[in-house]
Structures are given as C-alpha cells and as structure tokens.
C-alpha cells in the first residue's frame, strides 16, 4: 500500500487543522492506520491510531481531546483533526499502515509496515 500525508501548515497556537493520509489498494479497510510526528531534534513519537474494525481509537497523552483520528474506508483515507493546537505540536506528521489486523492498536513504529512521507505543520505562538 502506498501512502500519501496531505494538509500540512502554518497556523497559530489555538487554530485547528486537519491532515489527510490517501491509501491506495483495494485492502485498505483491513489495515490500522496510526499518525506519529517527529519534532525538530526529537524522535518520531506515537500521536493517533485507529484500528481496522470497530472503530477503535488511541491518543498520545499529548494530544488525547484536542486530536481526533478517524476513517473513510470507502474513500481510503483517513484523517487527523487538530484543535487547539500548540507550538509544541510543531513537528512532520506521518501517517503509517498495519497490515496484521492487531487486536491490540499498535503504537509503536516498528508495528507499522507502510510508511507516508510526512507533512509539516507549524504551529506559531
């Protein structure tokens, strides 16, 4: 599957967001799809993740009720709102594809398989 992160910005502290992961392949509902961000000098960390039935969903402290992941299975696409976003929300966001059909959401990297390019957003203060 390959996957194209879209959405990305400069926006104020407070403003929202939204990023969009295009899938392609006819197997997209089978996968979990999760968003990570790696800040300048960081390393890439766990933000959101859906699973691929039933609609679960896991955040990141950080962002747990100011972002929201969520899925478009005949669109293939799936989405991460942001609100009230903050400077320290700075970072390239990736979007990643698991195609073992966890039951348990995977957040760790090294459980995704297919990897996005990234899409910056920069948040102001």
């Known amino acids: 599957v390959q996957l194209q992160a879209s959405g990305g910005g400069l926006v104020q502290a407070g403003g929202s967001l939204r990023l969009s992961c295009a899938a392609s392949?006819?197997?997209?509902?089978?996968?979990?799809m999760g968003w990570f961000r790696r800040a300048p000098g960081k390393e890439r960390e766990f933000t959101a993740a859906?699973?691929?039935?039933?609609?679960?969903?896991n955040y990141a402290d950080s962002v747990k009720g100011r972002f929201t992941i969520s899925r478009d299975n005949a669109k293939n696409l799936v989405y991460l709102q942001m609100n009230t976003l903050k400077p320290e929300d700075t970072a390239v966001y990736y979007c990643?594809?698991?195609?073992?059909?966890?039951?348990?959401?995977?957040?760790?990297?090294?459980?995704?398989?297919?990897w996005g390019q990234g899409t910056l957003v920069t948040v102001s203060s």
């Open positions: 990643a594809a698991d195609s073992e059909r966890k039951v348990v959401i995977p957040t760790a990297p090294a459980e995704y398989e297919y």
């Open positions: 392949g006819r197997t997209f509902s089978t996968y979990g």
């Open positions: 859906i699973s691929w039935i039933g609609g679960r969903t």
